[in-house]
């Protein structure tokens, strides 16, 4: 390893040295989750008619300001029909919600405040209805022309609605980038392999997918490597030709089988940087060449894996993606305590409830059992290690 930096120098490394992926068209209703790379501006006026927000009737307010309280219904406009017109201002035009005004109305009464029988309504003396009540005026949302989504947003529910809406079928995107998860190691064997007394079960490769997957930042393979060094010499060689993005995890420390970082420093050379004052995760290195994909090698711990993901790997694939700096949910109130050295950064496990983190220590970088219910980890400098924490801000980076 090399010297020592820090959770800052590392991550500013990272981003100094990421480039932003191609755009590609996709249609809209496989957009969800992906990250917008053009303008959506509004094709028309939003609403784009004098839409009726209410069930009930629609009137000329100046009849019933020169006192009319009776209205006959000569007519009903439905949603989805052109505007019917008021022949007679002593009248009114039963009206659905969503429908377009009716010519010569400027008043919608709901149907809760009148009274109908023999196609007459009856307006209730609590009404008290006022000129332009319950009308979504032409407009009123936004102006046609106007910027709705910006490049660099990630398309969910609401941002579809709005696409959809201004009639954007096909969305120009970022591209997904072909991600290798490459896990190493002899004393590892597939979940579904029944382990020798001295072999685990993998869940680095797992694990990664999911979180990479399920937030739309790429398309993940997954490989495995024994502790050979002229196998994984072959492989990193292959995945770096062949793939965007390439993700290691374990043989990154200092022991007698850790290849892992001699066949990329082979590869690539020297790395942006081989070791980090954190915990967990110390050995943690990043290489990105010129004409090579990223290479993010995380050292083996579950722990460790995750906590990396989550500081450094997740945001590197948003701003890749998006084009702008990823952010960290907030920053947090922190309860609880923790072990870490004091000229170290920890990143702790932690559950949020109601706006509050609520740390949860782990024995070990080995023991993942101990993620089970949590968010993300707390960012928080060594020096408030085994300390009773209350309400101490915290920078929170989530799993997903």
């Known amino acids: 390893m090399q010297a020592l930096i820090t959770v800052e120098e590392a991550e500013s490394l990272i981003r100094q040295n990421l480039t932003t992926r191609p755009v590609e068209t996709i249609p809209l209703a496989e957009a969800q989750g992906r990250y917008l790379r053009q303008d959506i501006v509004a094709d028309r006026p939003m ?48 009206v659905m919600t969503g429908c377009v005004l009716p010519v010569g109305c400027d008043c919608v009464i709901p149907v809760e405040l009148i009274d109908t029988s023999n196609h007459t309504a009856q307006v209730n003396d609590e009404a008290k209805p006022r000129r332009n009540q319950h009308i ?58 029944t ?17 990479i997957t399920s937030m739309h930042l790429g398309t993940v393979t997954t490989q495995h490597v024994p502790d050979h060094p002229e196998t994984l010499h072959e492989t990193i060689g292959n995945a770096l030709s062949s793939h965007d993005v390439l993700v290691v995890t374990g043989g990154v420390s200092r022991g007698k089988y850790d290849y892992v970082a001699p066949v990329l420093k082979a590869h690539l050379g020297a790395p942006h940087f081989h070791g980090v004052a954190q915990r967990p995760g110390k050995p943690f290195a ?11 090698a995380l050292p083996g711990n579950p722990v460790s894996v995750m906590a990396c993901a989550a500081r450094y790997l997740l945001p590197a694939l948003i701003e890749v993606a998006s084009g702008a700096r990823a952010t960290a949910v907030s920053t947090l109130p922190a309860t609880g305590h923790f072990n870490c ?18 740390l ?37 980076y989530p799993w997903v």
């Open 341 to 358: 050295p004091p000229h170290f950064t920890g990143l702790i496990p932690c559950k949020v409830n109601n706006g509050r983190i609520e």
């Open 286 to 296: 990043f290489w990105n060449k010129p004409h090579t994909p990223p290479v993010f």
């Open 136 to 193: 979504h005026f032409t407009g009123g949302d936004t102006a046609q022309g106007q910027t709705l989504l910006t490049s660099g947003q990630r398309l969910n529910a609401p941002e579809l609605t709005i696409a959809a809406s201004c009639g954007a079928t096909d969305l120009q995107v970022t591209s997904l980038p072909r991600i290798l998860i490459l896990s190493t190691g002899d004393e590892v064997v597939a979940p579904d392999e």
């Open 47 to 94: 609403p784009p008619f004098d839409r009726v927000m209410m069930d009930g009737i629609a009137i000329k307010h100046a009849a019933y300001s020169a006192g009319q309280s009776h209205f006959p219904i000569a007519a009903t406009q439905a949603a989805g029909a052109p505007a019917i017109k008021l022949a007679d201002e002593r009248s009114c035009i039963e």
């Open 360 to 396: 949860i220590p782990i024995s070990n970088s080995g023991n993942f059992l101990s993620l089970s219910g949590t968010h993300g980890i707390a960012e928080l400098p060594g020096k408030l290690a085994r300390k009773s924490l209350l309400n101490e801000p915290a920078t929170f």
């Open 195 to 211: 382990p020798m007394p001295h072999q685990i079960r993998r869940s680095h490769a797992t694990a990664l997918h999911a979180v």
